[in-house]
């Protein structure tokens, strides 16, 4: 499945990447060999914690690799149309709002980062300047009118 990032949020990604191949595996593997010296590694719970958390580390690269290597970095449609990475400027109930269709990967509704998948993203895909939309949401239907396309 492709991730829609945007390039900033790839870098970060290939960030958080390194820091987890060079510097967590360094931490856990330092914990393992210590809990080594104490002894009897069956009933270790050092040892044991020590793996667990090795395991998590390594399903946590396996992921931020997987997205890295699914990563399409959104480039701004210039054709007026609502696409990924564009900024809309909606009317909905007489109020103006702005917002931002980033990848599921940077959602933030708090932020009016809203993604490509939500109800609310998938509306606005391929709408221009003027075009209505609705959108069921649990506490009904809402109709967004767009205003302006960035």
């Known amino acids: 499945m492709k991730s829609y990032v945007t390039r900033e949020r790839l870098e970060e990604l290939k960030e958080e990447l390194e820091h987890f191949k060079k510097d967590a595996r360094q931490e856990i593997a330092e914990r393992l060999r210590r809990a080594k010296e104490y002894g009897d590694l069956s009933e270790n719970s050092e040892y044991i914690d020590a793996k667990d958390a090795q395991s998590q580390l390594e399903e946590k690269i396996a992921e931020l690799e ?46 009016f980062l809203i993604s490509n998948e939500s109800p609310l993203g998938r509306g606005f895909l391929g709408k221009r300047s003027g075009d209505a939309i609705e959108v069921e949401t649990p506490s009904g239907s809402v109709k967004y009118k767009i205003l302006k396309i960035d």
């Open 66 to 111: 997987e997205t890295i290597r699914t990563a399409v970095v959104i480039k701004k449609d210039k054709n007026g149309v609502v696409s990924i990475g564009s900024t809309v400027e909606v009317e909905k109930n007489g109020k103006k709002v702005k917002y931002t269709i980033v990848g599921s990967e940077e959602a933030d509704p708090a932020k």
